[in-house]
């Protein structure tokens, strides 16, 4: 089974500093979409960034732009959401997720989540 554990999430103040990590196992990430995902209180499920396996593209939403990075380790098969200047809106449930079909694809396969809380 196609299985993605995620590490990383925490309490963190305005301005600081986070990295998530999702390992996955039963496949390999080389020629999928790699999604990071996000879901506050009362909001709809965002993507955040992915990267894309097959072309090397990688999108972030424009919230986040400047401030995260995705990256990916194929030879971990793990993928990490590098998190800088932290806001309160950052405020989530955070989600890996992966999909056969690039980046705009169906994301079939999904982490746990991860509490991200940005606050003073």
């Known amino acids: 089974q196609i299985q993605l554990v995620e590490s990383g999430g925490g309490s963190v103040q305005p301005g600081g500093s986070l990295r998530l990590s999702c390992t996955t196992s039963?496949?390999?990430?080389?020629?999928?979409?790699m999604g990071w995902f996000r879901q506050a209180p009362g909001k709809e499920r965002e993507q955040v960034s992915c990267f894309s396996g097959g072309d090397g593209n990688t999108y972030y939403t424009n919230s986040v732009k400047g401030r995260f990075t995705i990256s990916k380790d194929y030879a971990k098969n793990t993928f990490y959401l590098q998190m800088n200047s932290l806001r309160p809106e950052d405020t989530a449930v955070y989600y890996c997720?992966?999909?056969?079909?690039?980046?705009?694809?169906?994301?079939?396969?999904w982490g746990q989540g991860t509490q991200v809380a940005v606050s003073s």
């Open positions: 039963g496949f390999s990430l080389e020629y999928y979409g």
């Open positions: 997720a992966t999909s056969l079909d690039g980046c705009h694809g169906y994301f079939g396969s």
